[in-house]
């Protein structure tokens, strides 16, 4: 089996990234965000609060007739931003681009944090991190991914994200008009239960490569690419008039400045990923007629992080053992 469904940037500055996804007898339709770095799949329900809903779709259980509740299961998740959400669980069939879960722990949120209600767009998150931080107690439950993987062709799913422009994700197989040259692999640690990998470097526009070991995760939930102060200080000080506004939050640039792409090196050949200049300003900053900067320090996170910014200057795949162990592919476009 395979699937392959469109993924829209929600907003202006390509904050995330949601896609359609059907859940339930007969199909409920949501908006979720799909997000490598957390491994619960949950939806805004009849059990939201209405003072903390905004318009979302809601998942009703008792309107699905394939719904049953995992009786004594509940789940609570909180993110790097701070927020947060919890629930009950209930298993129903789940389809994303023609590919169908059935019986998938599907978490219906009875809260949410303020964040996620004043979000429209989004009706919950589809998380395709490592089965093992799954947040269902007593009984952890399987990503999306994890419960189809059987039926795959390939254990893989790849995300082809754009900015301003509909990307995709593709489960169980690798489209190969989706990028240019070839797949560079690269070993993946998932001992935390992220996709986490070590790039070989960075350069900055076309100064010299610098070699540096950055290990990080590859997360299509987190906005802006996280990288350690000595990167993020090398780069801005290529650029005039950049500042570090903590009002804004990070580094901030003139609107109107052209920016020096970023490159980032994968795997072991001397491959790079390279993002245009041009994607490294992620709009207006909020103070002053400054943009903020796609990319910010990772400072205090404890992990380097390939955010938005990074993959969607990529076709990237998340591949969980074709090759025995899993592994991270990636390839410019
Ligand atoms: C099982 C938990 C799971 C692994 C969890 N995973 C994550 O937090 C990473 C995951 O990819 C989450 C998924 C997000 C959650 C919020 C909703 C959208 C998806 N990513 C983050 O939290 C990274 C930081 N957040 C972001 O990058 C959000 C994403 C967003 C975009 C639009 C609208 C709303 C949110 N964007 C921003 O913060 N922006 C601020 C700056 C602006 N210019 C751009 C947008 C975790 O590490 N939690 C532990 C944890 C808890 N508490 C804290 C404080 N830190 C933590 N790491």
């Known amino acids: 089996a395979k699937g392959s469904v469109v993924t829209t940037p929600i907003n202006s500055e390509d904050e995330a990234y949601d896609a359609p996804v ?24 009849s059990l939201t609060p209405s003072n903390e809903r905004n318009g979302q779709n809601i998942y009703t259980a008792s309107r699905s007739s394939t719904a049953k509740q995992l009786s004594g299961e509940s789940w609570k998740i909180s ?38 209600t004043s979000e429209s767009a989004t009706d919950g998150l589809v998380g395709l991190a490592f089965s093992s931080i799954n947040t269902v107690s007593p009984d952890q439950q399987t990503t999306f991914f994890d419960t189809v993987k059987p039926s795959l062709a390939s254990p893989v799913f790849t995300a082809d994200l754009k900015h301003q422009a ?39 526009g076309n100064n010299d490569f610098q070699q540096e070991s950055i290990t990080g995760i590859a997360d299509t939930g987190t ?91 990529a076709f990237v795949v998340f591949d969980s053992g074709s090759q025995g162990q899993p592994q991270l592919g990636w390839a410019s476009k």
């Open 22 to 45: 059907s859940i339930g007898t007969p199909a409920q339709p949501f908006n979720l965000d799909f997000d490598t770095g957390s491994s619960d799949l949950w939806v805004f329900s």
């Open 79 to 116: 993110y790097g931003d701070g927020s947060s959400s919890s629930g009950l669980v209930y298993s129903d069939v789940v389809t994303i681009g023609g590919l169908t879960a059935a019986g998938q722990a599907v978490e219906a949120a009875s809260r949410v944090s303020q964040s996620f």
């Open 166 to 204: 509909p990307g995709t994700y593709n489960f169980g197989f690798i489209d190969k008009s989706a990028f240019t040259g070839s797949i560079t692999y690269t070993p993946v640690d998932n001992s935390q239960g992220f996709w986490g990998f070590t790039s070989t470097g960075f350069q900055v």
């Open 223 to 313: 906005t802006l690419l996280l990288l350690p102060d000595d990167v993020v200080n090398a780069y801005y000080s290529s650029v005039n008039n950049a500042q570090n506004d903590q009002s804004a939050g990070g580094f901030t640039v003139p609107c109107d400045t052209s920016l020096p792409d970023f490159s980032f090196g994968v795997g072991n050949n001397g491959a790079m990923i390279t993002i245009p200049g041009s994607l490294m300003n992620l709009g207006p900053s909020g103070s002053g007629n400054s943009c903020f900067g796609g990319l910010q320090s990772s400072g205090t996170i404890g992990t380097n992080i390939f955010g938005d910014v990074a993959l969607k200057a």
